[in-house]
């Protein structure tokens, strides 16, 4: 099940049932089935707040994905991925006016970046960005 929830900031105009689709047809093309996957959209505060409470780190970001997969793995779901996925509104606006990309396109790319690391892609070794980014491009196609 994929849930859309907001903190702090109005729902984006994103398309949810297709949104949702889009994400489970990412994670059948990765081999995995979607278990459950919350959306926390928020603003600036509340993503540095979540980021530093839980992740001692002290920055904005655009998303910080908490990763439930060892649970379903736990529960002999091998093949499910999970998670919680705070997304900063204000960030990936900002983010999208800095690349001169639109605001639903950095936004589509974030909401499935976050899928992307439930499904085991990194982004922080070397070599790792440019698998993402790919990883990233493939999944927008496909969304069509």
Known sequence: MISYHIDGVKMPAIRRRDTSAWIKAVAA???????????????DEKILE??????????????????YCE??????????????????LDTVRSNAEQQGTAYEEELHRVIIHGVLHLL???DKGPGEREKMEAAENKALEMRG
């Not at 093309?29 to 603003?43: L, R």
């Not at 980021?51 to 910080?64: C, P």
């Not at 793995?73 to 499910?80: A, F, I, K, S, Y």
């Open 29 to 43: 093309a990765h081999g995995k089935k979607v278990g459950s996957i919350a959306y926390i959209f928020c603003n």
């Open 71 to 88: 649970d379903e793995l736990l529960m002999g779901r091998p093949d499910t991925i999970s998670g919680d996925l705070f997304i900063s």
């Open 50 to 67: 979540v980021n530093r409470q839980y992740l001692q780190h002290d920055y904005y970001t655009d998303i910080i994905t908490f990763d």
């Open 120 to 122: 085991g892609i990194d």
